[in-house]
């Protein structure tokens, strides 16, 4: 993953944790839902390297796309993990 500017960090990660959270409901609010889209950047990055593709590479459509999908797979794993226990995210 090549390094990106705090600022593209931050708008990729809101555009794909807001898209995210339209696939799988949150209700982390804007803040929380960026968080996921950045953390979901780094995921998404991982994953699509071992599949043997680049991962995020800057503000582009193609790194929104990468943060988005590892987005939705942290809001599935959050909501399968939180609903095992009993809690809800709701």
């Known amino acids: 993953m090549e390094p990106m500017g705090l600022l593209a960090w931050i708008v990729v990660g809101l555009i794909a944790g807001w898209l995210a959270s339209k696939v799988i409901p949150s209700r982390f609010g804007i803040v929380g839902d960026t968080v996921i ?8 990055g991982f994953l699509f390297e071992e599949f043997g593709e680049s991962g995020t590479t800057g503000l582009n459509i193609w790194s929104i796309f990468v943060a988005f999908v590892g987005a ?3 809001l599935f794993l959050i909501r399968a993990f ?5 809690l809800s995210t709701r």
């Open 37 to 44: 889209g950045m953390l979901g950047a780094l995921a998404g």
């Open 82 to 86: 939180s609903n095992s226990k009993g």
């Open 72 to 74: 939705v797979v942290l």
